[in-house]
């Protein structure tokens, strides 16, 4: 029983790695100028991480057979706390804090309303998308913030600084994060109930699992993440404005399902999401590079993505 998922789960990996270099390639062949020049490279490694950051966290609530479409809104809010606690106190340890302790507790609520309240994650997620999209835009009242000052401190340069003036910082803490959730997907108790509660909730309840702590702690870990991706984008720019993460929502929900996780819940792939962010993240500048308009851009989009799932349905029925 162990063996057919595993199995699935390689053919899963193989067939997005596939999809990636074979778009790569096509942006090569078609513009090797662009493509293969350092300078391109340096703008995915700048941008891309914060998608991906959110896309991977997005795929446990995914694995578990849920949904959660609030966390830009609640980057945005936490975004908003890390900017107005730094200008108060001049504090970036304190801004980081209360940021990341924000964002789990918008998590926590959603738990709430989910695991407690026994409401749709959908709807209501939903509810807290424009709950804290309209909090947000309340308490700023449409004004940014400026984080210039944040650039003399240590944690600007831990979190968003150039490695050897050429890597951004938060490239690796993409790949950090992405490791942190394999292992915790792969090689963790608590990613081996994860998978258990997506397939089946009553069987993993008869197992002793608790499933309320399971999906409670999954709620809480994306809130946590949607304000680290906050902090991390706030810190690029050295600035807040109210409108922040409204982008990240499809762009992190097409990586997971690019990426192959399935959204009947119980099977996951931090890999294949991990690649998925980095396709989203290349495609709207390679489909510039090689010289198609962007009206172009979300008609790949629709079409990569309804390959993808269907490549994925089609190996998960035969695999079944």
């Known amino acids: 029983m162990l063996k057919k998922p595993l199995l699935l789960e390689h053919k899963l990996d193989l067939s997005i790695l596939i999809v990636f270099i074979s778009i ?4 090569i062949i078609g513009n ?14 700048s ?36 900017g107005t ?24 609520l959603n738990s709430v309303l989910v695991v407690r309240i026994g409401v749709p994650s959908l709807v209501a ?20 913030i400026s984080l210039v000052a944040a650039q003399d401190t240590f944690l600007y340069k831990l979190f968003v600084g150039r490695l050897g003036g050429m890597i951004p910082a938060q490239f690796l803490w993409m790949v950090a994060v992405a490791v942190f959730f394999w292992v915790l997907l792969k090689r963790h108790r608590y990613g081996a109930h994860l998978l258990f509660v997506g397939d089946n909730e009553q069987s993993a309840e008869m197992m002793g699992i608790n499933v309320k702590k399971v999906k409670t702690i999954a709620f809480m870990q994306l809130g946590a993440f949607s304000a680290f991706a906050g902090i991390l984008s706030t810190l690029e720019v ?20 690019i990426g192959g996780t399935s959204v009947f819940g119980g099977m996951g792939t931090i890999f294949g999401t991990f690649m998925g962010a980095l396709i989203i993240g290349s495609l709207e500048a390679g489909i510039i590079s090689i010289g198609l ?23 998960l029925r035969k695999q079944g």
């Open 238 to 257: 050295t600035y807040f404005w109210p409108s922040q993460g409204q982008a990240y929502l499809m762009a992190a929900l097409a990586a997971v399902f």
């Open 47 to 82: 941008t891309i991480p914060f998608t991906a950051i959110l896309a991977m966290s997005v795929t446990l609530i995914v694995v578990l057979g849920m949904m959660d479409l609030s966390f830009p809104s609640v980057l945005a809010f936490a975004s908003w706390i890390f």
């Open 85 to 108: 606690v730094f200008t108060v106190t001049g504090s970036m340890p304190l801004a980081v804090i209360s940021s990341l302790a924000v964002g789990t507790l918008a998590g926590y």
């Open 32 to 45: 090797p100028a662009v493509f293969s020049r350092f300078d391109i490279y340096y703008s995915f490694m």
């Open 24 to 27: 790569f390639l096509l942006f």
């Open 293 to 315: 308009s962007g009206f172009w851009i979300q008609f790949i989009y629709g079409l990569i993505i309804m390959a993808s799932v269907s490549v994925y349905a089609t190996l």
């Open 125 to 144: 997620t939903i509810g807290s998308m424009f709950f804290w999209r309209g909090a947000v835009n309340v308490v700023a009242r449409g004004k940014g």
